[in-house]
Structures are given as C-alpha cells and as structure tokens.
T-cell receptor, first 119, second 112 residues
Framework: ETGVTQTPRHLVMGMTNKKSLKCEQH?????MYWYKQSAKKPLELMFV???????ENNSVPSRFSPECPNSSHLFLHLHTLQPEDSALYLC??????????????????FGPGTRLTVL | SQQGEEDPQALSIQEGENATMNCSYK?????LQWYRQNSGRGLVHLIL?????REKHSGRLRVTLDTSKKSSSLLITASRAADTASYFC????????????FGQGTELSVKP
C-alpha cells in the first residue's frame, strides 16, 4: 500500500459515455499528478496540481478534464473518448512546493492505476 | 525529446545473478529516481540520487550517477524471481518543481 488509492480499478466505456476517475491520497501531500501509460510507451505526464492549483497541462485533449477540489483528492473527468485513449491511468502524489520555496526532493507515490478501455 | 532512456529494453537472467540497467538523459537535473512496476500495477519508488551524489545503496540496490556523462545505472545484486518487473528511471529538473520525466523502462525477467 502506497497511501494512494484509485477507483475504479477497471473501466470500460463507449465513446459517447461520460465517466470520472478518482484518486485519493492519505499522505498529507500537496502535489498530485495524472499520468497515462500506453503499451510500449513511456509514462506520459498529463496534469500536475500543486496546492490545488493546476501547474501543468501537457497538451492534453479537452476530452480529459481534471479537477482537484482539495489536496487529498484528484479527479479525471472523461467524455467522448477515442479508442486510442485506452490505457492505464496512474495517479501520483508528492510533497509539493510553495512558490518561492527552495526545490523539494520529490519522490512520487503512485496509486495502482485504472485500466481504461474505450470501445 | 525524451529525457530518460533506459538500456537494455529487456533483460533476462537467472536467479542469483546480478542485473544492471542503464539510463541516459539529455539535460541537467536536480535528481534522478528509479521506480519499479509490476505488470499492470502502479509504480513503486526505489531510490533517489541527487545531482551532487555519485553512488547510493539501498539493500540489494546500488545506483550510480555520472552527471558528466548524463547517465545512471541501477544494479540489483543476487536477483530473485520476485525482482521480475519493469524498472524506470525518472529525472527531475530543478526549475520544474515536482515534474518527473520517465524513460521507457527496462523489463527484467529473473528465472528461478
């Protein structure tokens, strides 16, 4: 157990569906991340939230919409996805950094992932 | 361009042997981290080495960092079947906060 949970663990959806992925961390961290892992590709960073503010959007299509209501929870809302969006979606958290603070050494703690299949 | 590139992409060894995986990167870093992933699961942090460190140990793991060559290696000694997993290096550039750039990983298979 890494202290990061993700639900659901598996999700099958049609291209017209709307669904949400949920991530929760119990580590007192202030930074949270969404990654996409497709077969034979490196992990792709999608979004970063630091103290509830989005600090990174890695050119992710608008059919993926993140939400971070507080430092412990992170959502990824999905709508009108394409079959090529099928992948393992991983959430991670780390300590995070306040503006102006010195760089923090930042190991990331990952959840088990949601295996998404888009039909 | 991809920051961390692992070599080899796949490695198959017998139990008891040592496994060495290499990682190269392109830009200056704040630290470099190694992660392990069992099939279809989340990643588990193994070890972090800072840019001013050259070698670090954790149990059967030994990590080296050569900033002049922009490369790192992960050595697993006396491997076990349970070490079978994918191993990823990830680099953190100090001016980008917590952002990590992952390589494609090395698939390690340890045969009993």
């Amino acid at each position: 157990e890494t202290g990061v949970t993700q639900t659901p663990r598996h999700l099958v959806m049609g291209m017209t569906n709307k669904k949400s992925l949920k991530c929760e961390q119990h580590l007192g961290h202030n930074a949270m991340y969404w990654y996409k892992q497709s077969a034979k590709k490196p992990l792709e960073l999608m979004f970063v939230y630091n103290f509830k503010e989005q600090t990174e959007n890695n050119s992710v299509p608008s059919r993926f919409s993140p939400e971070c209501p507080n430092s412990s929870h992170l959502f990824l809302h999905l709508h009108t996805l394409q079959p090529e969006d099928s992948a393992l979606y991983l959430c991670a958290s780390s300590q995070g950094r306040l503006a102006g603070a010195s760089t923090r050494y930042n190991e990331q703690f990952f959840g088990p992932g949601t295996r998404l299949t888009v039909l | 361009s991809q920051q961390g590139e692992e070599d080899p992409q796949a490695l198959s060894i017998q139990e008891g042997e040592n496994a060495t995986m290499n990682c190269s990167y392109k830009t200056s870093i704040n630290n470099l981290q190694w992660y392990r992933q069992n099939s279809g699961r989340g990643l588990v942090h193994l070890i972090l080495i800072r840019s001013n460190e050259r070698e670090k140990h954790s149990g059967r793991l030994r990590v080296t960092l050569d900033t002049s060559k922009k490369s790192s290696s992960l050595l697993i000694t006396a491997s076990r079947a349970a070490d079978t997993a994918s191993y990823f290096c990830a680099t953190n550039q100090g001016n980008q906060g917590g952002k990590l750039i992952f390589g494609q990983g090395t698939e390690l298979s340890v045969k009993p």
